[in-house]
């Protein structure tokens, strides 16, 4: 895996991109594999504690009961100098519900930046403005991660290979790459509703209810602007009277069918 990555990074035209990395391929040899290929690619994203080169001197042991919440917010950092195969490679912990590892070498100070959402108030019974703190890291890391982990939610809560395990091997395909564009084309039109300041009409479950019905009955589910155009029917083959064939025995002058048509007399023959 790490080969193929490394050859799309060296394909790239241009120098300087920032990739983000999930915790499952993502490694200290990597990063500093990507920032050694001649477009200069730098890694971004979450690694594992062991077995992917994250130094000791960040580790921190997951706590329990009121140690977790005196332990909750502390940060390790490391930072990996006078390296040739890495521009100042950020090693760093933070505890939140367990110590979680990041690697970075994209970030140019480690600090807590001051973040707003908008949350649901149940007391209040209404949305307002949450304020708080964030780690820089685990910020940055979000805000390019946060529509995978979003489309992949989408793609897990109607997943339609639940019952097919049992198929061929391209059915498997073929239902993974339909479930990609449903969850895509409401994404899509979930911004679009979005950026033109509309209400979206169509929930996830209503979406891909939607679909379904029109994939099963396009003529009447699905919506167009125009009717569809309404082709002449076709005469059935059964129904059309074709005239009989002809083979060797229709020459026949007593059992075929062109009997009636055979000139038996000599008078046509030509004289000797």
Known sequence: ????????????????????MENLFNSVNLARATYSLPTKVKVHGVIRKSGHGVTHVVFQEEQT???????????????LKGDSKSLDMVTASCYNQKPFYMISQSIEKVTWVEHLKHISSHPLGCSVDYKFLRWVLSHNFNFQMNDNDV???LHLVYHLQRMQ???KWW??????ALEVSLVNSYMMLRWYCELKNVTMLYSHHDFNEAVGY??????????????????PRRTPQSAIKRAPRFTVNSLCPKTGK?????????????AP
């Open 65 to 79: 009961g009121k140690r977790a919440d005196a332990h909750r917010g502390m940060t390790k950092v490391a930072v």
């Open 165 to 167: 395990h049992n198929q």
């Open 214 to 231: 029109a994939l099963l009955n396009p003529t009447t589910q699905w919506q167009r602007k125009k009717p569809p155009p309404v082709t």
């Open 151 to 153: 489309a992949d939610q």
């Open 1 to 20: 895996m790490h080969l193929r990555l490394l050859h799309t990074f060296q394909n790239l035209t241009d120098m300087g991109h920032k990739c983000k």
């Open 171 to 176: 059915w498997a395909l073929w239902m993974w």
């Open 258 to 270: 062109l009997r009636i048509c055979l000139n038996t007399s000599l008078m046509h023959m030509p």
